[in-house]
């Protein structure tokens, strides 16, 4: 299977399916029997404003898969970029885009991924930091109920270097958010946080995996979600750390609230351990809003539904606690606190 | 004030209350003391609106206003207040802003305006500063990791900014040392008006050495078996429970 080629050549039977272990939960050729026509182009003067708008930044769009294929981010430099993902109508597209960051330089990467119509779309990134290089990216995804959508991230980090990022995501009728590490160890670090709310009959999939090939690197994960009517949730972490990695530290969290009976959430971490001396650890929970809790919320006056608002933003706030971008958090909170009010 | 006439109330299968009538009028404070096991929390939990307890008879006003009608919440805005006997933690909301979430949320419930933020800040620092409480510890999440003590005293604290017209304090003495009753005990009194009134919970008199009730009141088996004035709680600490729990 491989999405791009199915894409591309419009083939069907080239979409990943439940019979592919890493996609047995999203399921992409059980859902669509063909691949839609092309998407019309786009054009990036009609999109309407983004929720970075007024951050500092150079803007880069990609609409209906077509925008820049290269961005280069000079050794000692520091930038902010926003990169919008832009789709509309229901076809099919495709893109990919590489971004280098050169050694000691910054990068902070503001991503959005917005409407997606009915199509199917597929962005795929490739990040290469160079020795003691840093990307903060952070983005936030509001697409449409019925958008297909798979964004796809591989990571490769040099000694030193260090990528953190922040996924915040209100789902589609099936989306797929993975991104992939190539971790070196030797002072190298990576976080791996993310976020969904999901109503109505959305589904979200947070895929990762990060490869430890060498010693001394870290790897911190924090991803916590709420689900609610029969929306259903996807978190599949994979940590492997490999023969020689020792001194590695990981450490991997994911926690789900259900609010429904009907909705679902799908959790599997992973940790593949061939080196000896390690720090590793996960942890996973699924539960529900605290009755007695919202009982004495309640007993203090603050209505059930507000009550519920501010147990959700507080749960998922501390995902958003870990952002390091001043500039960003607020907007991340903004949008968070708008979500949840509109749930 | 209260006005509590015939309740029954069941949690799941089982009758807790079985015809309880009180009257408490404005001004005062009542005790209700009584075995484990007889009612008291269940009578706190009925008379706030906590889901899963039933009333199956009688009624309970307020002022007139039929409590078993309105939400949790909005009992809450109506005045009444309940002391928990076991505090609930909340992760990540940090206590000054519940409190403020909550004051505001029942305020526009009555139709008065917002506390600003630098208003409830000052009432807040008072109000800390009569409780002996570090101010840095309003700052963190509401209960989380504090003690049992620190948890009835963040109960009390909220009573004070709430400022609510009926207070029913559950086993309010329960995890204080005598110096932090003492401070808790004030800040109770303090709270005590013409226009108010308040129900005290307590399984034991010592508490009652401290918030000095008006009336006592002997709750057995569901129902109130005997009233009297403070000398009851004495009474009943000397010789214990035991008739009650025979006539009931």
């Not at chain 1, 190539?182 to 990762?208: M, V």
């Not at chain 1, 010693?215 to 009517?229: E, F, S, Y």
């Not at chain 2, 404005?26 to 075995?35: D, F, K, N, S």
């Not at chain 2, 309010?172 to 005590?192: M, P």
Request: aromatic fraction near 4%; include cysteine; charge should be negative.
């Amino acid at each position: 299977m491989n999405l791009g080629q199915a894409i591309r050549l419009r083939d069907a039977t080239l979409l990943p399916s439940r019979r592919d272990e890493d996609w047995r939960w999203t399921d992409l050729r059980g859902l669509l029997r063909t691949i839609p026509e092309p998407s019309l182009a786009l054009d990036p003067e009609s999109i309407g404003p983004g929720p970075f708008d007024g951050v500092a930044g150079e803007v880069l769009v990609v609409a209906n898969g077509a925008g820049p294929e290269a961005v280069e981010v000079e050794a000692g430099g520091d930038r902010t970029l926003v990169l919008r993902q832009v789709s509309r109508g229901d076809g099919a597209h495709a893109c990919r885009l590489r971004i280098r960051v050169g050694a000691g330089a910054r990068l902070t990467l503001l991503e959005s991924h917005e409407g997606g119509g009915s199509g199917l779309s597929l962005l795929g990134v490739e990040l290469d930091l160079g020795e003691g290089a840093a990307c903060e990216r952070l983005a936030v995804c509001d697409l449409d109920p019925d958008a297909v959508a798979v964004a796809e991230l591989d990571v490769r980090l040099s000694p030193g270097a260090r990528f953190a990022q922040t996924l915040l995501t209100t789902g589609s009728r099936r989306q797929r958010l993975e991104t992939r590490v190539s971790h070196p160890g030797q002072g190298a670090e990576a976080r791996l946080d993310g976020a969904y709310l999901l109503s109505g009959r959305r589904h979200a999939d947070l895929t990762s995996s990060v490869r430890h090939e060498g010693p001394d690197g870290r790897t911190d994960q924090l991803a916590r979600g709420i689900v609610d009517d029969q929306a259903r949730a996807v978190f599949q972490g994979r940590i492997v750390v490999q023969e020689g990695a020792d001194g590695t530290d990981a450490r991997m969290a994911h926690n789900a609230l259900i609010l429904s009976d009907r909705a679902e959430v799908d959790a599997r971490p992973e940790l593949e351990i061939y080196a000896d001396d390690v720090a590793c650890a996960h942890g996973a929970t699924v539960g529900a809003l605290d009755d007695e809790v919202l009982f004495y919320m309640r007993q203090r006056g603050l209505p059930e539904r507000e009550a519920r608002i501010l147990l959700a933003a507080s749960f998922l706030g501390e995902v958003l606690d870990r952002v390091e971008s001043p500039a960003a958090s607020g907007r991340l909170r903004d949008w968070l606190a708008a979500r949840l009010g509109a749930a | 004030m209260l006005s509590l006439r015939n309740l029954h109330a069941r949690v799941g299968d089982r009758e807790i209350l079985k015809g309880l009538s009180l009257e408490v009028p404005a001004g005062e404070v009542h005790a209700i003391m009584g075995p484990n096991g007889a009612g008291k929390s269940t009578l706190s939990y009925v008379l706030t609106g906590r889901p899963g307890y039933e009333v199956t008879d009688g009624e309970a006003k307020l002022d007139g206003v039929d409590l078993l009608g309105l939400e949790a919440d909005e009992r809450a805005a109506q005045g009444l207040f309940l002391s928990f006997q076991y505090p609930l933690e909340i992760p990540g909301v940090p206590a000054l802003t519940f409190v403020r979430t909550a004051l505001n949320a029942q305020r526009k419930v009555r139709g008065e305006p917002e506390v600003s933020a630098p208003d409830f800040l000052k009432r807040a620092r008072a109000c800390a500063a009569d409780l002996k409480m570090d101010f840095d510890m309003l700052k963190r999440p509401l209960n989380v990791g504090f003690s049992g003590g620190e948890k009835k005293r963040m109960e009390i604290f909220q009573m004070a900014l709430l400022a609510p017209r009926f207070m029913i304090l559950d086993e309010t003495d329960s995890g204080l040392d005598i110096d932090a009753l003492r401070i808790v005990s004030e800040g109770v009194n303090a709270l005590r008006a013409p226009d108010r009134a308040m129900l005290v919970i307590t399984h034991y008199q010592r508490l009652l050495d401290h918030i000095r009730p008006d009336r006592v009141h002997v709750l057995a088996d569901g129902r109130i078996v005997a009233s009297g004035g403070p000398e009851l709680a004495l009474e009943l600490e000397r010789e214990g429970y035991d008739k009650y729990a025979r006539a009931a």
